[in-house]
């Protein structure tokens, strides 16, 4: 059974045109990461959600901003895409930050821009 | 230098060979993650460690916390083992990745 869910697994976009990527997850974690991983290089925290408390890394561009309506649902929103930004991004999930949890990743959008 | 370095960078095995992943760190941690991640794919969490060792299938991790230093093995390796494999340390809020260890393991 899927536990971390992303949609869509690949999105195009243009240029500046803003997307959205979803992530929902079936294990009532509390917590929900968004990482941004580029080819042959390691995973790259943007931010976390602990509940509704949202924590951005110091070096996530503004341009990156995200939502939790919920408990299950995550959505990152990127306002006007560049070309620097084509990258694979993960969400993933745990129960509590910072002390030591799996956590629980999704399998990834990949987003290329055009 | 690097929180976490990991050793090899890249590392090719013939089927069924003892396959060993290093991983060495420099910042105090209260675990430390083992991932997997398939090409074009989402990562897979294999093991997270804050002492001793543990086994899953095939799978061997340890974990000396004196010398900051961790070890992934696979035994009786197999082709569909094929994945970059990531060492992460868990910080106060966060991972740390290492740059990850390309394994290709050839029938």
């Known amino acids: 059974d899927a536990m971390v869910i992303q949609n869509p697994r690949y999105q195009v976009t243009q240029f500046g045109k803003p997307v959205t990527l979803s992530c929902s997850q079936t294990?009532?974690?509390?917590?929900m990461y968004w990482y941004q991983q580029k080819s042959s290089q390691a995973p790259k925290l943007l931010f976390h959600y602990y509940d509704k408390d949202f924590n951005n890394e110091a070096d996530t561009p503004d341009n990156f901003q995200s939502r939790r309506p919920n408990t299950s649902f995550c959505f990152l929103d990127i306002r006007s895409p560049g070309l620097g930004d084509a990258a694979m991004y993960l969400c993933?999930?745990?129960?509590?930050?910072?002390?030591?949890?799996?956590?629980?990743f999704g399998p990834g959008t990949r987003l290329t821009v055009l | 230098k690097n929180e976490v370095e990991q050793s090899p960078q890249n590392l090719t095995a013939q089927e069924g060979e003892f396959i060993t992943i290093n991983c060495s760190y420099s910042?105090?941690?209260?675990?430390l993650h083992w991932l997997q991640q398939h090409p074009g794919g989402g990562i897979v969490s294999l093991f997270m460690l804050s002492s001793g060792k543990k086994k899953h299938g095939r799978l061997i991790a340890t974990i000396n916390i004196q010398e900051k230093h961790s070890s992934l093995h696979i035994t009786a390796s197999h082709p569909r083992d094929s994945a970059v494999y990531i060492c992460a340390l868990q910080g106060a809020q966060k991972l740390v990745f290492g740059q990850g260890t390309r394994l290709t393991i050839n029938p």
């Open positions: 993933a999930t745990s129960r509590v930050s910072g002390g030591g949890d799996t956590q629980y």
């Open positions: 910042v105090g941690i209260s675990a």
């Open positions: 294990l009532n974690h509390n917590v």
